[in-house]
């Protein structure tokens, strides 16, 4: 267990709906990161917060957006999807935001099925 | 930019034999090297990493992995495969000055009785 959350595990929409996906991260992690993973395009990185601040953007649609509150949680919204946006999203965590030597701590997870 | 290459998307080796899981960046700048696995339905977990010091790093399960500049690769290694070494091995590389992971594509190992 990474200590790392991340709900729900399993989505099921249809296209043109809107999700949100919740992760947690470790206690006193400060960054949060967000990843796809598919099996065409593998593993991508979509977006990075830090202390509650867009710290980093990968290769994010402008159809997702992400935030992270307060108490350091983040959620991903995903809109007007399609079903190319079925996938593994990830949410990893870590200490600091800009010393890359920290490791990052993964979720379990969740997969978004587009039906 | 950073980026990484992973030779190989599927591998396949004898229970007990060598495993060596190669992966070659590209980075402007001193790079910070990692090396992840992932088992099926799971998140991925961090095997070891390289940041500053010495080249051959250790990590969990008997794995290892040497930090070579001059050839621009981070290979992992174990010296005898077992079982529950199957799984998506993932390589991953960021910059010193950078707070951006790259990751590679993978490579699948199997692990043959």
């Known amino acids: 267990d990474s200590g790392v959350t991340q709900t729900p595990k399993h989505l099921i929409t249809a296209t043109g709906q809107r999700v949100t996906l919740r992760c947690s991260p470790r206690?006193?992690?400060?960054?949060v990161y967000w990843y796809q993973q598919s099996l065409d395009q593998g593993l991508q990185f979509l977006i990075q917060?830090?202390?509650?601040?867009?710290?980093a953007k990968g290769n994010i649609l402008e159809r997702f957006s992400a935030q992270q509150f307060p108490d350091l949680h983040s959620e991903l919204n995903l809109s007007s999807l399609e079903l190319g946006d079925s996938a593994l999203y990830f949410c990893?965590?870590?200490?600091?935001?800009?010393?890359?030597?920290?490791?990052?701590?993964f979720g379990p997870g969740t997969r978004l099925t587009v039906l | 930019a950073q980026s990484v290459t992973q030779l190989g998307s599927h591998v396949s080796v004898s229970e007990g034999a060598l495993v060596l899981l190669r992966c070659n960046y590209s980075?402007?700048?001193?790079?910070?090297l990692f090396w992840y696995v992932q088992y099926p339905n799971q998140g991925l977990q961090l095997l070891l990493k390289?940041?500053?010091?010495?080249?051959l790093v250790k990590g969990i399960n008997g794995f290892e992995a040497e930090f070579k500049k001059s050839e621009t690769s981070f290979h992992l290694t174990k010296p005898s495969a077992h079982m529950s070494d199957a799984a998506e091995y993932f390589c991953?590389?960021?910059?010193?000055?950078?707070?951006?992971?790259?990751f590679g594509t993978g490579t699948s190992l199997t692990v043959i009785p």
């Open positions: 990893a965590s870590s200490v600091a935001g800009q010393r890359t030597q920290h490791e990052q701590f």
């Open positions: 206690s006193g992690d400060l960054s």
């Open positions: 917060y830090y202390n509650g601040e867009e710290r």
């Open positions: 980075s402007s700048v001193p790079p910070y």
């Open positions: 390289y940041t500053t010091g010495a080249t």
């Open positions: 991953a590389v960021t910059a010193s000055t950078g707070n951006q992971f790259y």
